[in-house]
């Protein structure tokens, strides 16, 4: 079993700037891609930012340039780094890691993690 644990939401006025983190832990596992998600009430979740085992990154054209993914493989744990905050980047936001066990690949989701950008 895989467990995704995440930090660094919170609130922060407009134009700041906040950085996720998350943290996979288990026994015997290698990931994969790794990703950040978000939603908001009554919408779906949708792509925030996304990256290959490879480092190849896609970024929503919303926080293109406002945002950055990045990801350390021997601590296996992913970043979103969040510059330039807009009101519209409030929503909870999700990490995700494809996670691959003996000949198995499963998809994890974090506790989710909220983020209020204030005008």
């Known amino acids: 079993q895989v467990q995704l644990v995440e930090s660094g939401g919170g609130l922060v006025q407009a134009g700041g700037s906040l950085r996720l983190s998350c943290a996979a832990s288990?026994?015997?596992?290698?990931?994969?891609?790794m990703g950040w998600y978000r939603q908001t009430p009554g919408n779906q979740r949708e792509l925030v930012a996304a990256?290959?085992?490879?480092?190849?990154?896609n970024y929503a054209d919303s926080v293109l340039g406002r945002f950055t993914i990045s990801r350390d493989n021997a601590k296996n744990t992913v970043y979103l780094q969040m510059n330039s905050l807009k009101p519209d980047d409030t929503a909870v936001y999700y990490c995700n890691m494809g996670v691959i066990t003996g000949w198995n690949h499963y998809a994890y989701w974090g506790q989710g993690t909220q983020v209020t950008v204030s005008s």
């Open positions: 288990g026994r015997s596992f290698k990931v994969n891609g």
């Open positions: 990256i290959t085992s490879g480092g190849i990154t």
